[in-house]
């Protein structure tokens, strides 16, 4: 008997421990159920963050004209190829990036690297080329004496009176950034990149094309940041942007890539290609690269695309004498076999300011302007 009650209460006590960890289990489900349907309801009130974009949006996939301008058309469009980590962009914080250099926090010694400001216009360096009024450096297979021959023919690219955009300017590496101190010495930490689109490539093609809204000259301005969040695959992204912009706008002549320099010496110093005016008034001299084909029959118009350079570089000088550096002729391709106006142009190098860069990019527009008038039906 004795033993026979030990195994009865035994039994007794599996039973209601069973019976309590059911009842626990039945209410832990209750109250995630419960949790589930405020959490659904909650999905349901808040608009999802991508549904939360306009028509500015950085995802949109074709360009669309701006409200206050049906002249002006922005695109920002991006493909799949930026899906890559980029672990070298580590963005500086925008309250540092806004700041003046006045304002800016002291440069810890070991951090300070020497700025040498430099006029790159080599108008009397006789290991660049200099004819018909430009300076050029030749880094093809061409002689002087063929380059010079074939800019002895006129551009053919002829401007309409359209309300179509006839100019594209769009950044592959739109994220490049300047220094954002007017000193002697720049800080190394800086890593020069900026996804601010008012510092950043972005904001001197806005000062450029300011230039033709104010002349009432239709244009687009891509603003994808095609190196962000990868470097690598940016230029297969513009591709991408500049192929599909081009077949909805057929009427677009020039289509300019806005890039910045980095002159940098192994010790760490760096160079502005800087313009200073009689007044102080500092400029970043501009260089206009122009791909030559290397046999490949890749960038099959070239020759127009050069004699595009050309008349670019005398409009820069007639606008702002002494902004242009040499014009960069070489075996590459930056996507100039796009289109017959296709150029590649570096405003100033990353030791030049924002503000020296965005005083370029206006020169730059009013060049463009003056192309405009100059080569239209």
Same mark, same amino acid.
């Given at each position: 008997?004795?033993?026979?009650?030990?195994? %009865?209460?035994?039994?007794?006590?599996?039973?209601?421990?069973?019976?309590?960890?059911?009842?626990?289990?039945?209410? @832990?489900?209750?109250? &995630?159920?419960?949790?589930?349907?405020?959490?659904?309801?909650?999905? %349901?009130?808040?608009?999802?963050?991508?549904?939360?974009? /306009?028509?500015?949006? &950085?995802?949109?996939?074709?360009?669309?004209?701006?409200? +206050?301008?049906?002249? !002006?058309?922005?695109?920002?469009?991006?493909?799949?190829?930026?899906?890559?980590?980029?672990?070298?962009?580590?963005?500086?914080?925008?309250?540092? =990036?806004?700041?003046?250099?006045?304002?800016?926090?002291? #440069?810890? %010694?070991?951090?300070?690297? *020497? &700025?040498?400001?430099?006029?790159?216009?080599?108008?009397?360096?006789?290991?660049? @080329?200099?004819?018909?009024?430009?300076?050029?450096?030749?880094?093809?297979?061409?002689?002087?004496?063929? #380059?010079?021959?074939?800019?002895?023919?006129?551009?053919?690219?002829?401007?309409? =009176?359209?309300?179509?955009?006839?100019?594209?300017?769009?950044?592959?590496?739109?994220?490049?950034?300047?220094?954002? *101190?007017?000193?002697?010495?720049?800080?190394?930490?800086?890593?020069?990149r900026s996804r601010d689109n008012t510092?950043?490539?972005?904001?001197?093609?806005?000062?450029?094309?300011?230039? $033709?809204?104010?002349?009432? #000259?239709p244009y687009i301005h891509d603003t994808?940041?095609?190196?962000?969040?990868?470097?690598?695959?940016?230029?297969?992204?513009?591709?991408?942007?500049?192929?599909?912009?081009?077949? !909805?706008?057929?009427? #677009?002549? +020039?289509?300019?890539?806005?890039?910045?320099?980095?002159?940098?010496?192994?010790?760490?110093?760096?160079?502005?290609? +800087?313009?200073?005016?009689?007044?102080?008034? %500092?400029?970043?001299?501009?260089?206009?690269?122009? /791909?030559?084909?290397?046999?490949?029959?890749?960038?099959?118009?070239?020759?127009?695309? $050069?004699?595009?350079?050309?008349?670019?570089?005398?409009?820069?000088?007639? +606008?702002?004498?002494?902004?242009?550096?040499?014009?960069?002729?070489?075996?590459?391709?930056?996507?100039?076999?796009?289109?017959?106006?296709?150029?590649?142009?570096?405003?100033?190098?990353?030791?030049?300011? &924002?503000?020296?860069?965005?005083?370029?990019?206006?020169?730059?527009?009013?060049?463009?302007?003056?192309?405009?008038?100059?080569?239209?039906?």
């Amino acid at each position: 008997m004795k033993r026979y009650r030990k195994r %009865k209460n035994k039994g007794a006590a599996l039973v209601f421990l069973s019976a309590l960890i059911l009842a626990c289990s039945l209410f @832990l489900s209750y109250e &995630v159920l419960k949790s589930e349907e405020a959490y659904s309801a909650m999905q %349901k009130k808040e608009q999802h963050p991508l549904e939360q974009f /306009n028509e500015d949006n &950085v995802l949109d996939t074709e360009p669309k004209p701006k409200s +206050v301008n049906p002249k !002006k058309e922005e695109s920002s469009l991006q493909t799949d190829e930026l899906s890559e980590e980029n672990e070298a962009f580590e963005k500086v914080p925008l309250e540092f =990036e806004q700041k003046t250099s006045e304002s800016l926090p002291p #440069i810890p %010694k070991d951090c300070q690297k *020497r &700025v040498i400001e430099a006029d790159l216009s080599y108008k009397d360096n006789k290991t660049f @080329l200099h004819t018909h009024k430009i300076s050029l450096k030749n880094s093809t297979q061409y002689s002087d004496a063929e #380059i010079s021959a074939i800019l002895d023919t006129d551009m053919k690219m002829r401007f309409k =009176e359209t309300d179509e955009p006839q100019f594209l300017i769009y950044h592959t590496h739109a994220t490049e950034s300047f220094n954002p *101190r007017d000193e002697e010495f720049y800080d190394s930490r800086y890593n020069w990149r900026s996804r601010d689109n008012t510092i950043n490539m972005v904001s001197v093609g806005d000062a450029a094309l300011c230039e $033709l809204e104010k002349a009432d #000259i239709p244009y687009i301005h891509d603003t994808s940041q095609h190196d962000y969040p990868s470097y690598n695959g940016s230029y297969k992204s513009s591709f991408n942007s500049v192929s599909q912009i081009l077949s !909805k706008n057929k009427e #677009i002549k +020039v289509a300019l890539d806005l890039h910045r320099d980095a002159i940098e010496k192994d010790s760490g110093e760096i160079t502005k290609p +800087v313009l200073i005016l009689e007044d102080g008034t %500092k400029l970043a001299q501009i260089m206009i690269i122009a /791909n030559c084909d290397d046999g490949s029959n890749l960038i099959p118009n070239w020759r127009e695309n $050069l004699r595009f350079a050309k008349e670019l570089y005398l409009a820069l000088e007639n +606008v702002c004498p002494g902004i242009c550096r040499p014009i960069l002729l070489a075996n590459r391709k930056y996507n100039q076999q796009l289109s017959t106006g296709a150029l590649l142009i570096e405003v100033g190098g990353h030791a030049n300011t &924002v503000l020296e860069a965005k005083r370029s990019g206006k020169v730059l527009g009013l060049a463009l302007k003056e192309i405009y008038e100059d080569f239209k039906e």
